[in-house]
């Protein structure tokens, strides 16, 4: 195909992931200093169009979101578009317009460069295949681009529950991109509930760019690479023998490892909110009380993510209306919950 014949368009999308045992801390070119593991969600996304003009120009990037112009944006996408063009020399030329728009709000508890990187990452492999870039190993290659524009992008490419980084308990896990392990995944596990609790909105005050950089030099740093190794296991066997309790303890120790490790940098800062602590104590006392299979995870920020199984969702549902809603930033609780593929 000559690259000069037509402009070539494409609509994709990408759902958003929670990770259980997170990523952070990186080495090289965007690889995880410990393994992986996350859901994707299924109302979460991020829905992409993207029109690729070739040309003899150096590229030029034109970006909306949800339909305003985001030159803000434009640094971030050029620094990928450049780490593709080492494998992909076309993409050093022509235009590429990129009209983005996420089902769920802005600072919500919900990774957005997740979805939006993934989405994108989709859009350029279906682009480069209509011009004749065919790789035979697409899955791989394309959570492989969505990693260099976000390491936790990798995770959103498949549906279900994935793994990324290198780990004894597969030996086809990678650290170049993200692998599928649906197949061991105990049903309880297949349907989970994700209700996201947003305690407060708002940029952060730190971004996770540099919390990644400040894990390099951290006093904890081989501490947590240990740690994460060994939660890996667990939540491994967790996942595949149905147990919910092991599953609990090891999103909670990871979530709150999380924000030690950011107060605990140097300069150390923290992202929670008095609300979040206040949340999560009322979370363990009604489960310890209603003996409700019922825990929580954290990502970068203070907002919560309340995890249950679908044989829960009533009572689980209600609570959070009736106790932990007050809690949130103008009422927002956002109910979502897996998109594994066989709920699809």
């Known amino acids: 195909m000559n690259p000069n014949e037509q402009i070539i368009k494409v609509q994709t999308q990408a759902p958003s992931n929670i990770a259980i045992v997170k990523y952070w801390g990186k080495k090289g070119l965007q690889l ?12 979460a996304l991020t829905e992409m169009e993207v029109s690729y003009e070739p040309g003899q120009h ?26 593709l063009q080492m494998d992909y020399p076309i993409l050093n030329t022509g235009q590429l317009y990129i009209s983005s728009k996420n089902t769920f709000p802005h600072s919500s508890g919900i990774a957005s460069s997740a979805s939006s990187m993934a989405a994108l990452a989709n859009a350029i492999y279906e682009i480069l295949e209509k011009m004749g870039h065919v790789n035979p190993d697409k899955k791989n290659t394309i959570s492989r681009m969505a990693r260099l524009g976000s390491g936790s992008a990798c995770r959103s490419t498949s549906l279900g529950w994935n793994l990324w980084g290198q780990t004894d308990l597969i030996n086809i896990a990678s650290d170049e991109y993200a692998i599928s392990v649906n197949s061991m995944i105990n049903p309880i596990f297949e349907s989970i509930h994700d209700s996201i609790l947003v305690i407060r909105t708002g940029a952060k005050p730190v971004s996770s760019t540099t919390g990644h950089q400040l894990m390099e030099n ?11 190794n060994e939660n890996m296991k667990r939540l491994y066997d967790a996942l595949r023998n149905g147990d919910f309790n092991d599953f609990s303890e090891v ?24 609300s979040t602590l206040e949340v999560i104590r009322r979370l363990k006392e009604f489960r310890s009380e209603q003996r409700v299979p019922v825990t929580f995870t954290l990502d970068a920020g203070p907002n919560l993510h309340i995890l249950y199984p679908d044989s829960h969702k ?13 809690f949130c930033e103008d009422n927002q609780v956002i109910h979502d919950q897996i998109s594994f593929p066989t709920l699809m």
């Not at 640094?75 to 990928?80: D, E, I, R, T």
């Not at 951290?218 to 994460?228: G, L, N, S």
């Open 32 to 43: 995880p200093a410990n393994p992986s593991m996350s859901f994707t969600l299924s109302k």
């Open 58 to 83: 150096n590229l030029k990037i034109t970006f909306l979101f949800e339909g305003r112009p985001q030159p803000t944006f434009h640094p971030k996408l050029y620094s990928f578009l450049e780490k």
């Open 218 to 228: 951290h006093p904890y740093k081989e501490a947590r690479i240990k740690q994460a």
């Open 251 to 274: 999103c909670e120790e990871e979530a709150m490892s999380l924000h030690a490790l950011m107060m605990s940098s140097r300069p150390g800062y923290t992202l929670l909110d008095p």
């Open 314 to 326: 009533k009572a689980v549902q209600l609570f959070i209306m009736i106790y932990l809603r007050p």
